[in-house]
């Protein structure tokens, strides 16, 4: 018999109206019933376009758990998912962040069935970074869809970012997630079943965003645990700074080619494997 729908848990912050709507569609098409999301704007997002935000939500069927506002420490995003988890109850847990778009090799119903078959109380994802074919950090049109306007995906948080690239996409109401979704302390994913994470963050706007973070991090008006987040902000802020404003799609390391949500990538299994299994925390050095 198959397992019921998960709940997805999502924190979700100052994104445009026409992502959240392509978001909560997309989960809604993967078999997602439950959507138990929050809101969290740090101070420089005004008040409409909090409230725009909160209101496409609700056209959508989606109503927030709850709403907040300040600053975006490094633990804020984990104490509101973890409030959020409490809420959904027991069953397994879709984790997904508002940008992320989840593809996986079979239904879900039956990657949740076969994960509870093989005793795994986790299932992992890793990121598929989608970027414009220019490079360039564009906006896009609802009509068009993300595909369109990001048609390569790539290794840009692993190879350019040194950045953990590996999810917990799917975990048991019992089972702790570490910060960013990366890691479930003491379970490990099956190597042979991780859903691509498609992950379109490199849109008009974040380059912005990304300086304000690395400013906040650095005054320590926002509390951080590691220096990861801020470093891996600044490495993407210098290599655009170096490529004329865009994302060097034509480097070799970071494997861009055409993709779709539609369709996993070809070869999928055997690279997110060699990955998702030999990935180690970046080795930080003085000259970094």
Known sequence: MLSTPPALVAVVGPVEPPLLAAWVRHYRWLGVERFLIAFHSPEHVSDVRRHELQAAARELGVIPIGTSTGPWHEHTNTQLRDALRHRAGPGWHLLADADEFQQYPAPLAEVIAQADKSGHRVVGGLMLDR?????????????????????????LTHRLLHGDPRKIVLARHDVAVASGNHRAPGHRPDADRICAVHHFKWRSGILDDLRRRVQHFSSGTWEEHTPAV????????????RYGGVINTSDLRFAFRRVSLDRMPFSWPAEARGIFTTWRPYAYVRQD
């Open 131 to 155: 970027v414009a074919e220019s490079g360039r950090l564009t906006g896009w049109l609802p009509e068009g869809g993300l595909d369109l306007a990001y048609p390569l995906g790539g290794h």
């Open 230 to 241: 801020r470093d891996e902000a600044g490495r993407l802020l210098a290599h655009v700074g």
